[in-house]
């Protein structure tokens, strides 16, 4: 597995230049992607901070090294994976202090867009910032305020997380501070839903907030947009037995319609992630993996299932295997990113963020606390992969 990293780079590495075309759906790639210098990446202080996006030219990839004096920092990436020109630094403070932490980071690219935000945790306050710009990361807003935060130390990795869908529209949805229950005594977990930027038209959806009485460890499970319905899933403690079952909340604006859907039980949640047709929400259950494949017209749990990746004519197929069987199937072809929940553990740990530009599947993940990008493709039947080096 061939290592990447943005060392200061004035421009595209090697001697092939860049590349921003995606190939044509459904067709191989005419040739392996060019070579790339493995060099050093930054280290973090918080392995969870950091994102990975694909965009219209490859691929983003966005971390914070901890006190938020630091700033954030953007690396765009072409779509065999190289350097396009150096990463671009946003201020990430707000109105907190400059030794307050970023604790949680996410970022979406979507119909041109690119919108990015991130939770600033200071001594007895936290804030959730946003910004927007277009795909290509030329430039992002200044950072707008979008609410507080839940000041508690967070005991998960998500914070917050952010969809996007094919017409600009953004939305980040996080945990805010906990408030007096509406429905009964004791204080709720705020999940919070709102547009990035803030809406100002009458007609646009707004903001959002749900009560959960009793909040999983994991509270945030997953959020995302496919085929006109936006996903938003949480966790939450059945107060008799303290089970954790996940709570997927299905938003279609076209026709005004929502719905709630508990799923996966007694399962600790693994995350949501997109599917051909909609979305697939894992768990880890006391007998294995279960996977519930989730869309307008088709509802399904597996259990026990196993996550695949193989190649065909040159392109990856994601699977869901339940029983030896292909229960689900992701075919990439274009641009697609939140996949790492599809790839098996010995490709994507617990923290990775996997993206496909096209061209090449791009794995980050963190090692050592230093931050390291990887590159994968399929070649025929094949899928290519060099050993990883660190340095």
């Given at each position: 597995m061939c290592t990447l990293f943005l060392a200061a780079l004035s421009g595209c590495a090697g001697a092939h230049g860049c590349h921003s075309a995606d190939a044509p759906a459904g067709a191989a790639p005419a040739q392996p992607p060019p070579p790339a210098a493995t060099v050093q990446g930054p280290l973090l202080d918080d392995a969870s901070v950091f994102e990975l996006v694909a965009t219209s030219e490859g691929a983003l990839l966005l971390w914070a090294a901890g006190e938020c004096q630091r700033g954030l920092s953007l690396q765009r990436f072409d779509a065999d994976g190289l350097p396009l020109g150096a990463a671009i630094g946003v201020p990430a403070c707000g109105e907190l202090d400059a030794k307050a932490r970023v604790t949680s980071l996410a970022a979406v690219a979507a119909g041109g867009k690119l919108g990015v935000a991130w939770v600033v945790r200071g001594a007895d306050r936290a804030e959730v910032?946003?910004?927007?710009?277009?795909?290509?990361?030329g430039s992002l807003a200044a950072p707008a305020p979008l609410g507080a935060a839940d000041v508690t130390p967070p005991a998960a990795q998500r914070q917050l997380l952010i969809s996007g869908a094919e017409t600009g529209q953004l939305r980040v949805m996080f945990r805010g501070p906990s408030a007096a229950c509406t429905a009964q005594a004791g204080a709720c977990a705020q999940v919070i839903s709102t547009p990035l930027p803030r809406a100002r038209q009458a007609a646009a959806r707004r903001t959002d907030t749900r009560e959960v009485p009793t909040a999983c460890p994991q509270l945030l499970v997953g959020s995302a947009w496919n085929r006109g319905v936006w996903?938003?899933?949480?966790?939450?403690?059945?107060?008799?037995?303290?089970?954790?079952?996940?709570?997927?909340?299905?938003?279609?604006?076209?026709?005004?319609?929502a719905e709630a859907l508990p799923t996966l039980r007694s399962c600790t949640p693994i995350g949501l992630a997109p599917s051909e047709r909609g979305v697939i929400v894992l768990g880890a259950c006391a007998d294995g993996i279960y996977a519930h494949a989730l869309s307008e017209a088709h509802r399904v749990v597996h259990a026990r299932v196993q996550r695949a990746l193989r190649c065909e004519a040159g392109r990856p197929i994601l699977e869901i295997r339940a029983r030896g069987d292909v229960a689900e199937s992701y075919k990439l072809s274009g641009p697609r990113d939140r996949i790492e929940l599809w790839l098996p553990e010995s490709l994507a740990g617990e923290t990775a963020r996997a993206a496909f530009t096209g061209r090449n599947l791009l794995i980050a993940e963190v090692q050592g606390q230093r931050l390291t990008l990887s590159r994968?493709?399929?070649?025929?039947e094949t899928l290519v992969s060099d050993t990883r080096t660190m340095l």
């Open positions: 910032l946003g910004s927007i710009g277009d795909d290509a990361a996903y938003d899933a949480f966790c939450a403690l059945e107060s008799a037995a303290g089970l954790p079952t996940t709570e997927v909340y299905s938003v279609r604006p076209e026709i005004f319609y994968q493709h399929c070649q025929g």
